[in-house]
């Protein structure tokens, strides 16, 4: 009977220290086409360039905010106070924003999105 006892308890206790991993929070990624369609229906999205200047001079997408991937993690917290505004990530190809978001989900934000592609993968003219 004790056997049984020690048996449940540890099914128990490994049972509650398992991560359930659908339920962990991670950056979604989505198309272009898809985050011109939520950011036409949403007006708090924020867009963020994570290229350099040099990079923006040549083209980037009205109304995204620039901060250069190398500066993010210390002006994030100051642009963007609420954890849970939807953040829309992009760079040139979709490498930096890719970290960018990794970053940023570390950091707390639960709702970043990176475009996949990032400006290459624009459709609209800029």
């Known amino acids: 009977m ?3 006892i020690l048996i449940i308890t540890l099914l128990l206790f490994l049972t509650a220290c398992t991560v359930n991993r659908e339920t962990e929070i991670t950056y979604q990624t989505i198309s272009a086409e ?3 369609k939520a950011m036409e229906d949403d007006d708090y999205i924020i867009l963020i360039d ?3 200047p040099e990079e ?3 083209r980037y997408i009205p109304g995204s905010i620039l901060i250069p ?3 993010l993690e210390e002006i994030i917290t100051l642009a963007v106070t609420d954890l849970r505004t939807r953040i829309f990530i992009y760079c040139r190809s979709g490498n930096r924003s890719r970290m960018a978001s ?3 989900i570390n950091l707390g934000y639960r709702y970043v999105y990176n475009i996949e592609e990032g400006i290459n993968g624009w459709p609209l003219e800029s």
């Open 2 to 4: 004790n056997k049984k």
């Open 56 to 58: 923006r001079e040549e």
């Open 69 to 71: 991937f190398d500066q």
């Open 102 to 104: 990794q970053l940023l």
């Open 50 to 52: 994570v290229r350099t």
């Open 34 to 36: 898809e985050a011109i």
